[in-house]
Structure formats: structure tokens, C-alpha cells
């Protein structure tokens, strides 16, 4: 009676570790999907802003046509980008065309001074510092996760979960996400 009470609870140990390992790997690629749906929400809302700074610069630079359009072109291959690389090689050529429109506006006092054009860089430094903060926390639940899967016991459940290694959001190879800003006197 004694060894089938030990067995017995060395069984019912066993089932909640089973289950405690499962629901971990579960809720850690929910935490991933989460973190990812964040830096989603902060890059469409870059996006989102971006036209409203294009239309206050051009109305000082008509001359620039053509970084504007390219500007519009980074929009869209950003709103369209899927997954983690695609979207940070989006970011990034959204990052370089957005440089050049903050450089156009360094020609133009008038527009520097401008409420608008100051309230919109403001908002857009603020979505940049939130689109940092949503990677770092993605990025850290992505390494959580694919540490999991890899060890033991979260790599015989992974595959039966349809667990796949998740892909980090960096930049593309030789480029930073942000660029430092350029102090001039």
C-alpha cells in the first residue's frame, strides 16, 4: 500500500510538471506574439504620423519632389512588410528617408520654428523611443523562447506544439535601426 501511494504521487509530480512545462513553452509564444503585436502597433503608428510631417515639410520645400515620393514608398513597403526581418529591413529604409527629411527641414528656419513640425518630431522621437522599448522586450521574449524549446524538457513538446525557433527583430546586417542624431554648430 505504502509504494502504491509513492508511486501514485511521484505519478501525479510527474503529470504537473508535464503540464507546468507545457503551459510554459504555450505562454511563452503567446509573450511573442504579445511583444511583436506591440512593435507592430508602434511602427504603424510611425507610419500613421509620417504623411502629416511629409505634407508640413513640403509646403516649405516644394523643390524636393522626390524624397517625398520615396518617403511614401518606405510607408508603404513598411505597411506591408510580414515578419520580423522583412519588417526591420522596412524600417531601416524607413529610418534613411525620414533622415533626409529631417535634414531638408534643417534648411528651412521657418519651418523648424513651425508648432506643427516641432509637435510632430516630438511624437515621432516618442513612437521611435516606444518602437526601441517594444524590441528590447521582444527580442527578450524571443530569447526566452527559443532557449526553451531548445533545452530540455521544451524540446520534445516543442514540435508537438508546432513550436518553431522565432526570429529576433534586428537590423539588417551593417545598419542600425536608428541612426545617432548628427549635432551641427
Known amino acids: 500500500m505504502k509504494n502504491l501511494i509513492i508511486v501514485a504521487v511521484v505519478g501525479v509530480i510527474a503529470a504537473l510538471w508535464l503540464v507546468s512545462t507545457r503551459n510554459g513553452l504555450i505562454r511563452q509564444d503567446e509573450t511573442v506574439k504579445e511583444q511583436w503585436s506591440q512593435i507592430d502597433t508602434q511602427l504603424l503608428r510611425r507610419a500613421d504620423l509620417v504623411p502629416n510631417l511629409v505634407e508640413t515639410v513640403k509646403g516649405y520645400a516644394t523643390h524636393e519632389k522626390d524624397i517625398f515620393i520615396q518617403v511614401a514608398e518606405a510607408r508603404s513597403r513598411l505597411l506591408s512588410a510580414n515578419g520580423p526581418v522583412a519588417k526591420a529591413e522596412a524600417n531601416a529604409s524607413m529610418n534613411d528617408w525620414l533622415g533626409r527629411v529631417m ?5 528651412y528656419p521657418a519651418l523648424r520654428a513651425s508648432e506643427t513640425f516641432t509637435r510632430l518630431q516630438d511624437e515621432l522621437a516618442g513612437t521611435e523611443n516606444r518602437i526601441a522599448v517594444a524590441r528590447t522586450r521582444y527580442n527578450e521574449a524571443v530569447k526566452n523562447l527559443n532557449a526553451s524549446i531548445r533545452g530540455i ?17 534586428q537590423p539588417p546586417q551593417g545598419q542600425n535601426l536608428v541612426q545617432p542624431p548628427q549635432v551641427k554648430f
Do not use: M, R, S, V
Not at 103 to 107: K, L, R
Open 103 to 107: 535634414a531638408i527641414a534643417e534648411n
Open 153 to 169: 524538457p521544451g524540446c520534445y513538446f516543442a514540435p508537438g506544439l508546432d513550436l518553431k525557433k522565432a526570429e529576433y527583430f
